[in-house]
């Protein structure tokens, strides 16, 4: 009776103290693995298997995807991903993992599969590839409008030249986005939206025995925006961009008088799980146009509205 619940007692060790999962086949040029999940291991996307080796380094090796007994891993993390073998027993933070491998990190692993191999068995593994729109809330923290100006000219005819500040506020934004990406591959993406309203509350000039401070009166801006980007998707989902855009702004009342120039942006997003991108992105914008500075009309030589703005998207599917 004895031996029979000692024995027992075995077996259950023997699974509690079990490996979790088994390298199946290495993929080098994604940075990713198939393995075999062991013994109803627990297993979701974003939990992760542990890899030991002999100079005492773990590394986490993410779930990407499962697929009945296998899940695919991400390798990227890990710092001793040369040295992981085919076969190689796998462990878990759940469980004891006294039968775990211990790799040797004397000698790199030959068995790396040197082009992309099939993991769901009669399929290819695709590169992740969104084409989707969608519809985004934002804000912009551009608060002033930088400015060179020139004034009417004098009896001499000489024009009185100043450098100034439209002091404004933030504003929310909303728009529409389409975005072609694919990892490890250029794309694009296109927006239009519309923000507002910001109320420009001061302005300050510098001239030749010029000095100018005071309110703009009533001055409310209104900015729509459209923008082209050219873009290059990194795993996993990073995905940074530059392009050029074109500002439609509509003023109401006061003396500011605003018009469409074309200027540049540049960012980066990232995706966050299958329906949601957040973007982060530090944009140039030119206008032309005027402002009345006391009794004096000028006309802007180069006007600037500058700043960050963040973005959160969520994708249609």
Known sequence: MKFIIIFFLFINLSKVFAASAVINKIYNKRYEASVIILDKTF??????FTAKFQNGNVCNLEILELSGIFALVDLRLCSMKEYLRVKQKLGSPLKADSDVDIVSVEKKDEGYTAVKDTFWFFE?????????????????????????????????????S???????????????????????????????????????????????????AGPVQNSTLWLGMLALNLNFTFRP????????????????????KLSAQFGLQGGISKTIGDRWIADLEYRFINFRGGEQLSNEVVQFTQATFLGFLVRLKYLFK
Do not use: C
């Open 43 to 48: 297993a979701i996307p974003g939990y992760f």
């Open 237 to 256: 989902g990073i995905i940074p961009y530059l392009g050029i855009n074109v500002a439609l702004p509509v003023v109401n009342g006061g003396d500011l």
């Open 124 to 160: 290819t593994i695709p590169d992740k590839e969104i084409k989707q729109a969608s519809i985004f809330l934002g804000y912009s923290f551009a608060d002033s409008i930088q400015f060179k100006a020139m004034g009417p000219s004098n009896a001499a005819g000489v024009h009185n």
């Open 162 to 212: 100043y450098d100034g500040e439209s002091v404004a506020e933030g504003a929310v934004m909303f728009g529409i986005d389409y975005l072609a990406s694919k990892e490890n591959n250029f794309g694009w993406n296109f927006n239009g939206s519309l923000e507002g309203p910001r109320n420009f509350d001061y302005v300050t000039a510098f001239g030749i025995g010029f000095n100018y």
